[in-house]
């Protein structure tokens, strides 16, 4: 058993999943005892690291390639959509950086914020960890997501942890930056022209999981918020992310919500 800082035991336990007609084993680490939502992320991370592992190892065995390389940063200019949890988990990461490097990616975050508002995709009179990015009048209910993610691509707003065109955080990059792959030409995804890139389906959506998961632990509304954004909503959400509960409990509720996505068709579900 391992122990976090904070006091919270963990066990490894041994998963067998069938992802996109394999079976496969994914080893995770299960809270158990008192713990809070966040000591679920890593076993979200192991699980989100199999299914994409078996996404990308089907589209090699079509003979496609994955075109994505260290040093494309385009996909970090898209909107990208966290959990609660990922968000708190995020922010407590900025809060344990050095001064001068936290100061500086504080202003990051401050300045794409900025740039949100003035450009009218974020209301700065809202309350800080209720606002939202905002969708133009008159769109359909189904295309609000792709409206508002094409109008936020064109501000061209850098990823806060990006650096040299390379994530600065690699190894704690949410959980949809793991899951996100394409097979087209890299020039494509610096377009805004997105048809034109083939992004490679994941089986499994962790974000979403850990979403729901969390509606169910602590009755919040599920749902993602944009990176951007994690910061503010942490803090004002603090309180409630970082209550205990029971380990197990919470990782069933989370395994419940995986089975659930794993029983909807897979087209259903791709990116």
């Known amino acids: 058993m391992d122990t976090a800082d904070h006091g919270v035991r963990f066990t490894r336990a041994n998963l067998h999943l069938r992802i996109l007609g394999q079976d496969r084993?994914?080893?995770?680490?299960?809270?158990?005892?008192?713990?809070?939502?966040?000591?679920?992320?890593?076993?979200?991370?192991?699980?989100?690291?199999?299914?994409?592992?078996?996404?990308?190892?089907?589209?090699?065995?079509?003979?496609?390639?994955?075109?994505?390389?260290?040093?494309?940063?385009?996909?970090?200019?898209?909107?990208?959509?966290?959990?609660?949890?990922?968000?708190?988990?995020?922010?407590?990461?900025?809060?344990?950086?050095?001064?001068?490097?936290?100061?500086?990616?504080?202003?990051?975050?401050?300045?794409?914020?900025?740039?949100l508002e003035q450009a009218g995709l974020l209301d700065a009179k809202e309350p800080r960890g209720r606002r939202a990015l905002l969708f133009r009048d008159g769109t359909e209910p189904l295309k609000v997501f792709g409206d508002i993610a094409r109008r936020y691509f064109i501000q061209g707003i850098s990823c806060p942890f990006l650096e040299n065109e390379s994530c600065s955080i690699h190894g704690q990059r949410p959980l949809v930056c793991r899951e996100y792959h394409v097979t087209s030409p890299a020039e494509f995804c610096a377009t805004a022209d997105k048809q034109r890139v083939e992004a490679v389906k994941s089986p499994?959506?962790?974000?979403?999981?850990?979403?729901?998961?969390?509606?169910?632990?602590?009755?919040?509304?599920?749902?993602?918020?944009?990176?951007?954004?994690?910061?503010?909503?942490?803090?004002?959400?603090?309180?409630?992310?970082?209550?205990?509960?029971?380990?197990e409990r919470m990782f069933r509720a989370m395994m419940a919500e995986v089975d659930q996505q794993f029983e909807r068709p897979f087209e259903q579900r791709g990116q």
């Open 25 to 115: 084993t994914v080893s995770v680490d299960v809270p158990q005892g008192p713990a809070r939502l966040g000591d679920l992320l890593p076993a979200a991370q192991q699980l989100c690291n199999e299914a994409t592992a078996a996404s990308v190892e089907r589209v090699e065995a079509q003979g496609r390639k994955i075109t994505c390389r260290k040093g494309c940063g385009a996909c970090c200019r898209q909107l990208v959509p966290v959990s609660l949890v990922e968000a708190l988990a995020l922010s407590d990461l900025v809060d344990a950086m050095p001064a001068g490097r936290q100061a500086l990616v504080r202003q990051r975050f401050a300045d794409a914020l900025a740039r």
């Open 204 to 247: 499994l959506r962790m974000a979403d999981v850990l979403a729901e998961t969390a509606g169910r632990v602590l009755g919040m509304v599920p749902g993602c918020v944009p990176l951007v954004l994690a910061l503010e909503w942490a803090d004002a959400h603090r309180a409630q992310l970082n209550s205990v509960h029971d380990g």
